[in-house]
């Protein structure tokens, strides 16, 4: 079993839509939680981040974390062409200090 | 957020010759910094880890002596593709933090390696 598990996607939403983006891990240990946006060719930039269960707000972005499933959300309102790109979910802790990632998840975000 | 900056973005060589990639913190100290590679529609895999003044560890199955890693400073770390061969040609991402678990790490902008 991965550590992290992500659905590859591609995910296509027309303009406006709310996006859901779902990761779940393996291991109860994982203390803290991230989401990263890539675009193509592109290092990862940070979206959000958060350690412990419950919502995290920011602008259009809320971050979820559910600890007991072991489930990780990223919801986008009022999807723009210019999210598109890959979302990719990062999780570390335990016995380590690394980045753990999910595979991405490749949005398209349509005018 | 902090900067990193990763320098070259892109690299072409020829097959059997070294190539150098730079990734630097430019306004904090990045105490560990990580080397990833990603392929095509692939996540990123991490390559090492290297903490300033110390040897890098290197995850399983990547050569230390194809990838050598070198964190001389607390703001530069070096990735140094050794004899490269057309199978290295990737996506090289450098990623830099503070040695505390609740911090953030910032990652480069990426090298693009091809291999010919």
């Known amino acids: 079993q991965k550590e992290v598990e992500q659905d590859p996607g591609p995910l296509s939403v027309p303009e406006g839509a709310i996006v859901s983006l779902n990761c779940t891990y393996s291991n109860s240990a994982f203390q803290y939680f991230m989401w990263y946006r890539q675009y193509s060719r592109k290092g990862p930039e940070l979206l959000m981040y958060t350690y412990s269960s419950g919502n995290k707000e920011d602008g259009r972005f809320t971050a979820q974390v559910d600890k007991s499933s072991k489930y990780i959300s990223l919801f986008i309102r009022d999807s723009q062409p210019s999210d598109s790109a890959t979302y990719l979910c990062a999780i570390k802790g335990g016995a380590t200090n690394k980045l753990i990632f999910g595979t991405g998840t490749l949005l398209a975000v349509q005018p | 957020g902090a900067v990193v900056s990763q320098h070259p973005s892109r690299v072409i060589c020829k097959s059997g010759t070294s190539v150098k990639i730079e990734c630097r913190s430019l306004d904090f100290q990045a105490t560990t910094m990580f080397w990833y590679r990603q392929f095509p529609k692939q996540s990123l895999m991490l390559m090492a880890t290297s903490n300033e003044g110390s040897k890098a560890t290197y995850e399983q199955g990547v050569e230390k002596d194809k990838f050598l890693i070198n964190h001389a400073s607390l703001t530069l770390s070096t990735l140094t593709v050794t004899s490269a061969h057309p199978e290295d040609s990737s996506f090289y991402i450098c990623?830099?933090?503070?040695?505390?678990?609740?911090?953030?790490?910032?990652f480069g902008q990426g090298t693009r390696l091809t291999v010919v």
């Open positions: 990623s830099a933090a503070q040695l505390r678990p609740n911090t953030e790490a910032f």
